[in-house]
């Protein structure tokens, strides 16, 4: 990629702002309140059946089972319906570089290099550039679900899903007036942020950043591993965790491994050489990714002590893709891996991609002191604050990607379009709990496979 540098009489920053505002004349702040289904809207169902096709076929009892459970795990499972929905929604014009499924979960803190917690987006499997409203919808959307299904009143739900949009309005004005340079070195530091949280916050939040902490390669070792003959390997646990051992996977799996170190700058390469691989895994993650192809690979370092843990995460098309230019990265893989190193302010060093016969892959490292807040586990007040987090997250990836004032100048200072988007919200909110009901009857009448075992499906979906 080349760079394309500003021009001599490029717009000021009053000028982008007033460029912004204009755009209200064609696009009503008000009109983002709007939400009907299109009369040729597809039965969502079909269209989850029809995203399928890719996945491995064993895992999608599973998938399904994951979105059974509630308004929101469907929600989170099904970006693809909510792209669909999006791409009629009125648009500026605007583009940044969309996360293009931020939703509640997909937000929350991790270590950077430098081993400071910070708090960020978190996924990129579906990231492409596209109309900024389409994250924002999307968040705003999620907090109304997961409120509801926290049995909040309306009136609280209403709270914090403003609170989430005033957030990323009001972060994207500081953004907006911050040079260059300064904006794209900043963080949101997590211990700073908790001095400036309610007490109850602080305690709730402090207990999370405390279990982070945790969260390495080294804590999770006895849990996933065990000792076989004298050498460590990881647990067999199907269907959630499956040992690979078959000849022909792990000559695959080697193959990616070692296309992957091409993609990592020398530093990184000179690291890893210094773990050894012992073994793979295939691990069921999350709801929306069930029934990819994600494994995660043991490394061991100086000793049996010493391990690393990687998750090698296939990529595919970007949900959003139908509805967008198509990405101009060679593979989604690295599209995904290029995507993160733009959004966030500091990325995974292990984070690198590779390509394996008609598949592609990026990797990362399986856990560093990284946590997504557990929703249901959620106080109202933690809540308040934590959507207000999020919000503050996305309007940081948006001012890296994106020209904040544009975006500002759009918005204002008012509550507008703040109101606008809950209404919204609010709206879709009963799109999805009625596609929700939708699955729920295909699955009472045999139309989809479901996995039987409830609790592990409660428990699994959590990770």
Request: hydrophobic content about 40%; charged content about 25%.
């Amino acid at each position: 990629m080349s760079v394309v540098f500003k021009a001599k009489d490029a717009p000021s920053l009053e000028e982008r702002l007033a460029e912004g505002k204009a755009l209200r004349q064609r696009v009503p702040r008000t009109s983002h309140a709007e939400w009907k289904p299109a009369p040729e809207r597809p039965d969502p169902v079909v269209v989850l059946e029809q995203s399928n096709s890719s996945r491995l076929e064993s895992l999608i009892p599973i998938q399904y089972s994951r979105m059974l459970l509630s308004p929101f795990a469907f929600l989170r499972g099904s970006a693809l319906i909510m792209a669909l929905d999006l791409s009629t929604t009125p648009y500026t014009g605007i583009q940044v570089q969309l996360c293009g499924d931020a939703h509640l979960s997909n937000f929350g803190t991790y270590a950077t290099p430098e081993r400071r917690q910070v708090f960020d987006v978190n996924d990129f499997d579906e990231t492409l550039p596209g109309p900024w409203e389409w994250d924002i919808k999307r968040l705003a959307t999620s907090v109304v679900v997961a409120g509801q299904s926290l049995g909040l009143s309306e009136e609280i739900v209403r709270h914090a899903t403003l609170q989430s949009i005033q957030a990323y309005r009001e972060h994207l004005w500081t953004y907006a007036f911050m040079h260059p340079l300064d904006m794209w070195y900043t963080q949101i530091r997590v211990e700073q942020t908790l001095k400036r949280m309610h007490p109850r916050a602080q305690t709730y939040m402090g207990k999370e950043l405390s279990k982070a902490r945790q969260r390495t390669s080294t804590q999770i070792f006895p849990k996933l591993t065990e000792e076989i003959r004298g050498h460590y390997c990881i647990k067999d646990e199907p269907p959630y965790t499956m040992r690979q051992t078959g000849k022909k996977v792990i000559h695959q799996l080697d193959e990616i491994m070692q296309n992957y170190t091409t993609s990592l700058a020398d530093d990184r390469k000179i690291l890893l050489s210094r773990y050894r691989l012992v073994d793979y895994a295939l691990k069921v993650v999350g709801v929306g990714s069930v029934g990819t192809r994600c494994y995660i690979a043991l490394l061991l370092g100086v000793d049996d002590t010493d391990p690393l843990f990687l998750q090698i995460k296939e990529a595919q098309a970007s949900v959003l893709e139908p509805y967008l230019e198509s990405s101009r990265y060679n593979n989604h893989a690295q599209r995904v891996v290029a995507g993160q190193q733009l959004i966030q302010g500091s990325s995974d060093i292990f984070l690198g991609w590779a390509s394996s016969e008609a598949r592609t892959f990026y990797v990362r490292q399986l856990r560093d002191m990284s946590s997504s807040p557990r929703i249901e586990h959620m106080q109202k007040g933690d809540f308040i604050t934590y959507v207000g987090l999020c919000g503050w997250a996305l309007a940081r990836a948006h001012a890296r990607s994106g020209d904040p004032a544009h975006i500002c100048g759009y918005l204002g200072k008012n509550d507008v379009f703040d109101n606008a988007v809950t209404d919204f919200a609010f709206l879709y909110a009963k799109q999805v709990d009625s596609d929700h009901t939708a699955l729920t009857k295909a699955a009472k009448a045999g139309r989809i496979p479901v996995e039987q075992n409830e609790d592990a499906i409660a428990e699994a979906s959590a990770t």
